[in-house]
Every structure is written in structure tokens, then in C-alpha cells.
């Protein structure tokens, strides 16, 4: 079944009001300065194009420990007591946070116990591990981890450490949003991924706080993956509420229910939600490694997803957050063949040939003078819709794009082949 793409969610008239203060931002500024990279901003001419306005990509995909996560982490951390510190910190996640966490209660000589799931991909497990924590493998869903976590905490007294509803994290995720306008003094827009809230809340908070002292505005703009977009439900609600997650390659922003601090600012400071489908994310994580050289999960690309749907236009100068780029290389390869195939430039067709000798050997041809690339060919006589006296043909074609497409299905209509796009 096609994923469907959430209506845009307008929120209600944007102001902070709830949460960190611009001061807490601004202190937790100065705790997270002392681990945590002041990441690149790289402009995109590709999609300023595209958008109408300038573009400039804010790099958390090179922060430390591979996402934004470390900023939260690191600011919670160093707000613990020393008998808290004593005690320890557990977690739950499947990757960004688990890695956020150990990093930070590394450095601050605090041990970590992280709940993982089993099936969690091998690059996070061995970093979290090598960042010093004890991971516990438990469960196959990320909810599994998060209950034996609280259980573990509740067990043997470590503080549980959330991954975006607590003001500290809120606050050290939101030292983002000073650091962009630090770097872009003319920002009109920012274009955030979201999933607990946690990054949103933070950044949306700082920027329009931030704004307002300066007498400006700052538009902020939230993007879920359609799969798991909690937050246009909930706004609409006018509540937090749990939605059941569908599978979406953007699992790091799988979350089924918006944290409650998170909502409350997000509510008050984002000025619309929108969400974009899985094929949407594939091709923007391809066009960020074929035009800026960058390599980015998919919860991550979910922000350059929403320029490439059109959904938003001429915005003025705006930033778009990659918030990581912790990706599986095995994932990536699936990704990448999901993206060519969503920008047209991967084309599985099937045709039906007559049974005789130098038919396969004829339509190989006619793709060669298209210019196009066979990679794989699957010839049978079992095809279910093929005639007694017919054989099936199913090609893998590499292509140039939409034009391209139509061009290799001409040529070969014109031979009187009759061939089929495999969706």
C-alpha cells in the first residue's frame, strides 16, 4: 500500500512561552561548548534553486558521536549532583541517544548502562560500547528497551536520562539554534526533523527567544516522517497522542507519542508541521550525497525531503538541519536503490517476447542504442501471465532520469514490444 503524506498542520500563532529560558539556553551554551563541535554550514545552490531562496545546511551528520544528541546528553549530564553522579545513568535508544549518553558520561567519569534493541544496527552498538557504556540488549522494538530501562533505574537507583522530555535536554538541544544564528545573522527560516520533539522544542524556543529580544521573527518549519508523524495528530487534538507506527526507513524519529514538555513548546513556537513519505526521504539522502558530498541518515534528510516535495517555497534565507548521520552501510545501499528508483533513474520493467532464439539478444539492443545500462535480467518460461509460446523478461535498467524513462519505453514500444513498469 502507498504511503500517504499527512496535511500540512498550521500551528497556532507562535511565541515561547514554556520551557528553558533564553538564559538556560545561553548557560547550557556554555556546558555543551566544552564537548560539542560547532558543526558546518554549507550552502546549497541545488536547493536554493529548488526553493527560491537561499539554503544553507547546518552539518549535525559531523557533530561528535554522529548527531545533535550529544548537546541534550552532555547538558542533562553535568546537571547531575555528585551523589546522583554516584549512582549512574541509564538509557534506552537505538542509536543517536544511546551514543549521546555514553559519549557524555564518559567524559564526566560517570558510568552508563544503555538498553538497546536486538536487533539495533552493529556500527551503534559497537560505539556506544567503545564510548564506555554497558549495553544491554533487550527486545526488538525501541518501547522494550525504554520499559527495561525505567525498570533498571527504578531496580538500582540510576537516573534515567530521556531522550527529549526534560528541560536540560531541551535546553542543550536548543544550543543549536543559537549556534545557527550565529552563523547565518540573516535566517528567516529553519527546517527541523522531528520525532520525540526533542530538537524542535529546543531550537524553536531558542530562535524565537532569541528573535524577539532582538526585535526580529524567525519562521520555524517541523518535518515528520509520514509513518510515524505523531505531531500533526496531536495538534490537531490539542493533546499528546499516541499514534501506532507504521515501518519507515527514518527510525530515528520513529516515536509514537510527542513528549509532554515537547509538546507544550513545540505548540507554542513552530509555525507548521509538514511530513514527507519514505521514497521523499530516500531521494533527498541522494541528492545530499550526489550534490554536497554528505552522507546523512534518513531522519536526518527529512528537512531537505520537504524542499524536494515542493512543500515549501521562497521562504527567504533559510537552514536546514541534518540532525545525523549515523546510517548502516547495509542501509544505505537499500536506500540509495530506493532513491534511484523514487528519482527515476533505477527502471525494472517486464515484457513478454516470443519463444525463438535472439529475442533477449534483440531488446538488449534496443536498450543499448537508448543508452541506457542493463544490470540484471531475469528470463523465464513460468511467468504466471505468459502465453505457452511466450517467455517473461524482467530488466533491471540503469537510467538517466525521467526523460530518460520515457525515451528507453518508446524505443522499444516502436519495436513492438509491449513493456511494463515494475513498481
Not at 299 to 325: E, M, N, R, W, Y
Not at 379 to 391: D, W
Amino acid at each position: 500500500m502507498p504511503e500517504m503524506r499527512l496535511p500540512t498542520v498550521p500551528v497556532p500563532e507562535a511565541r515561547a512561552t514554556v520551557g528553558p529560558s533564553l538564559a538556560d539556553f545561553e548557560a547550557a551554551r556554555e556546558l555543551v561548548s566544552r564537548v560539542a563541535d560547532v558543526t558546518p554550514m554549507e550552502s546549497s545552490r541545488y536547493l536554493a534553486e529548488l526553493l527560491g531562496s537561499p539554503v544553507h545546511l547546518k552539518c549535525e551528520n559531523l557533530q561528535r558521536t554522529g548527531s545533535y544528541k550529544i548537546r541534550g546528553a552532555y547538558n542533562r549530564l553535568a546537571q547531575l549532583t555528585a551523589e546522583e553522579r554516584a549512582r549512574g545513568v541509564v538509557a534506552a535508544s537505538a542509536g543517536n541517544h544511546a551514543q549521546g549518553v555514553a559519549f557524555a558520561a564518559r567524559e564526566l567519569g560517570i558510568k552508563a548502562t544503555i538498553f538497546m534493541p536486538v536487533g539495533v544496527a552493529l556500527p551503534k552498538l559497537q560505539a556506544t560500547r567503545n564510548y564506555g557504556a554497558d549495553v544491554i540488549l533487550r527486545g526488538h522494538t525501541v518501547d522494550e528497551p525504554l520499559r527495561a530501562a525505567a525498570e533498571f533505574a527504578e531496580t538500582f537507583g540510576a537516573v534515567l536520562i530521556p531522550p527529549f522530555d526534560h528541560p536540560d535536554v531541551v535546553a542543550g538541544q536548543g544550543t543549536l539554534g543559537l549556534e545557527i544564528l550565529d552563523q547565518v545573522p540573516d535566517l528567516d527560516t529553519v527546517i527541523v526533523p522531528i520525532g520525540g520533539g526533542g530538537l524542535i522544542s529546543g531550537v524553536a524556543s531558542a530562535l524565537k527567544q532569541r528573535a524577539a529580544r532582538d526585535g526580529r521573527t524567525v519562521r520555524v518549519i517541523g518535518v515528520q516522517a509520514a509513518n510515524a508523524a505523531a505531531y500533526p495528530v496531536s495538534l490537531a487534538a490539542g493533546e499528546p497522542t499516541e499514534i501506532t507506527i507504521l515501518p519507515t526507513i527514518a527510525d530515528g524519529i520513529a516515536v509514537s507519542r510527542p513528549g509532554a514538555l515537547n509538546f507544550e513548546i513545540i505548540k507554542d513556537t513552530v509555525d507548521e508541521v509538514l511530513t514527507v513519505t519514505d521514497d521523499d526521504t530516500a531521494r533527498a539522502l541522494l541528492v545530499l550525497l550526489e550534490r554536497a558530498k554528505l552522507v546523512v541518515e534518513p531522519a536526518g534528510a527529512v528537512a531537505v525531503a520537504a524542499i524536494l516535495t515542493g512543500q515549501v517555497k521562497d521562504l527567504g534565507t533559510t537552514v536546514v538541519i541534518l540532525s545525523g548521520g549515523n546510517i548502516d552501510p547495509l542501509v544505505m545501499e537499500r536506500v540509495i536503490s530506493r532513491g534511484l528508483a523514487a528519482s527515476e533513474r533505477y527502471l525494472k520493467l517486464r515484457l513478454m517476447l516470443p519463444d525463438r532464439p535472439g529475442q533477449l539478444a534483440r531488446v538488449a539492443e534496443l536498450i543499448s542504442e537508448a543508452n541506457a545500462n542493463v544490470v540484471e535480467v531475469l528470463h523465464t518460461r513460468h511467468g504466471r501471465n505468459a502465453l505457452i509460446s511466450q517467455v517473461e523478461l524482467e530488466l533491471s535498467i540503469e537510467t538517466r532520469g525521467p526523460e530518460h524513462v520515457r525515451h528507453v519505453l518508446e524505443r522499444l514500444g516502436e519495436a513492438g514490444y509491449d513493456p511494463r513498469v515494475d513498481y
